[in-house]
């Protein structure tokens, strides 16, 4: 059998693999280009709809470990100043701002709604309001919290000293 037999001369071969490469190259390189500038896009859509709980899903698992200080003094101000109107600054839910509400803000002292909520839950109420958890629109969102995971936490922790005490 001779060499030419088995198919397309090496010479040939090579030949045409390199001019293949010549005129592939330049669309190689514009589908990578494409394909990487939808890869990204697509990646920071993902993160538009799920960056968002995955902050929460952090900010819950710091779970009043390491919140400073400032972060809960930073917390205490603010529930005073955002939250008691509604939730009274013992957590009553008969804040003056809840007088008129349907449905009426929880009571954050009832032990029981505190074993049935997770700290998840809470923090993305606080932050994306109440439609985020299934819950009235009337608990408004408080998008500049989603930057301070720290006061998050710690009106977390806040809302849970409102317990009522065995
Ligand atoms: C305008 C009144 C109002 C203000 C102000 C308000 N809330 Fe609410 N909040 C509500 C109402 C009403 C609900 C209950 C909604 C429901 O049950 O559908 C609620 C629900 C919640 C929940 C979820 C409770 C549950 O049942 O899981 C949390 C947590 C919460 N609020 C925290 C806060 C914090 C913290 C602030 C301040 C940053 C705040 N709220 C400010 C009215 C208010």
Redesign the pocket.
């Known amino acids: 059998m001779r060499k030419s037999d088995r198919g397309t001369p090496r010479q040939e071969v090579r030949k045409y693999r390199a001019g293949d490469a010549g005129r592939l190259a330049p669309r190689v390189i514009i589908g990578l280009v494409i394909f990487t500038t939808t890869s990204v896009s697509n990646l920071n859509g993902a993160m538009a709809e799920t960056g968002s709980p995955q902050g929460v899903t952090m900010v819950a698992a710091t779970d009043g470990q390491k919140i400073p200080e400032s972060a809960r003094t930073t917390a205490a101000s603010?529930?005073g100043d955002?939250?008691a109107?509604?939730?009274g600054p013992n957590g009553d839910g008969k804040g003056p701002?809840?007088e008129n509400?349907n449905?009426?803000?929880?009571d954050f002292r009832s032990r029981k709604?505190q074993r049935s909520?997770s700290d998840e839950?809470?923090a993305k109420?606080?932050v994306y309001g109440?439609p985020a958890?299934g819950?009235?629109s009337?608990?408004?969102a408080?998008p500049d919290l989603e930057a301070q995971p720290n006061v998050v936490a710690a009106?977390v922790e806040h809302?849970r000293s409102l317990a009522h005490k065995r």
């Open positions: 603010l529930f955002r939250c109107v509604c939730h701002g809840a509400l449905p009426k803000p929880q709604w909520v839950k809470i109420a606080i109440g958890v819950l009235s009337s608990m408004a408080n009106l809302i």
